[in-house]
């Protein structure tokens, strides 16, 4: 298949490296000294686990033109850099499809009002990565623990999104096709801003998390509130594995959390924390809209949320009634 990947940045340079080793047609759009070290240097992966590393040479541009044909389109950006990207995107009516592989609390609309409904699809990376030294060091996650997912907006099981998922798992990726991606984005959201939250109320650090009781229990207590307002929004829990959080007790869940923020990974699993601020805060303020619409008191997620910015704020509701 033949793909473009826009976004250089961490995770956009694990896939297309990744996708070109497997024999796949890669293009990477950048721009500036990325654009540069790319085409000077390709892309230096190094794997976590084992400590390989790879070089990757890549065809690298630095715009998409309206007659430029690709089998996909995957955008791998922060979601505050979406809506300046859709204007090029619907200009180049050659590509069919466009997947937007990342955090999402507001839905499609503004992708299919933009590119239309059948050229959308959305996704998720099965990965974490950050720069060390030269190169990008990264961990794919397991199938059990979070497979790369991607979805058709209808749900189905298309030629296209099968043909995209062939291409991912050849490349190494675990994947994971998804019956109601938007379902699974919200609720990944709802997870996911908690989370950071308790990594910022606890310093900054994993390890720091791992010791911090008080953060882990409002990071628990926040995101069983934010599964409260998907159901009170008529939105499952996605996938339904995830439903543990709302029935187990919380000191079992707590132990789980604790483990989880101090394995071997977790530093590169939460590497991207902090230099995603502005994306956290626009995400909140998504997700805030879901709950005004639920109508119901989240005081965990208010209190949590407080810890996205500096100086804190209180993201108010009434904002988005």
Not at 121 to 136: K, M, N, S, T
């Amino acid at each position: 298949m033949r793909f473009l990947v826009v976004g250089a940045g961490n995770i956009g340079s694990l896939y297309a490296a990744k996708l070109a080793q497997s024999a796949q047609e890669v293009t990477v759009l950048a721009r500036g000294a990325r654009l540069d070290q790319i085409r000077g240097h390709g892309i230096v992966l190094e794997d976590a686990v084992s400590g390989e590393r790879t070089r990757t040479p890549l065809h690298v541009v630095d715009r998409l033109d309206p007659d430029d044909a690709y089998d996909v389109v995957l955008v791998i950006l922060p979601k505050q850099r979406i809506a300046e990207l859709l204007p090029m995107l619907a200009a180049n009516d050659r590509t069919p499809s466009v997947m937007f592989f990342g955090n999402n609390a507001a839905g499609p609309a503004a992708m299919s009002d933009a590119l239309g409904h059948d050229r959308v699809l959305l996704g998720f990376p099965g990965a974490a990565a950050v720069p060390h030294e030269d190169a990008i060091r990264y961990v794919i996650t397991s199938a059990r623990e979070q497979p790369t997912t991607l979805g058709e907006l209808d749900g189905s099981k298309s030629a296209r999104i099968i043909a995209i998922a062939s291409a991912l798992e050849a490349s190494g990726f675990p994947v994971s096709v998804s019956a109601n991606i938007d379902a699974w984005l919200k609720t990944h959201v709802a997870k996911i801003l908690p989370t950071v939250c308790a990594l910022f109320q606890a310093g900054g650090h994993p390890e720091q998390l791992a010791a911090d009781d008080e953060a882990l229990r409002l990071m628990l207590r926040a995101i069983r509130e934010g599964f409260q307002v998907l159901r009170a929004n008529g939105i499952p829990i996605t996938p339904r594995n995830h439903r543990v959080l709302e029935w187990l007790p919380e000191p079992v869940l707590l132990f789980a959390m604790r483990r989880m923020v101090s394995g071997e990974t977790a530093a590169i699993k939460f590497g991207h924390a902090e230099q995603g601020r502005a994306e956290w805060v626009l995400l909140a303020e998504e997700f805030g809209q879901l709950v005004a619409q639920a109508g119901i008191p989240t005081p965990s997620i208010d209190a949590a949320y407080r810890y996205l910015s500096a100086p804190q704020r209180r993201l108010d509701r009434a904002q988005y009634a």
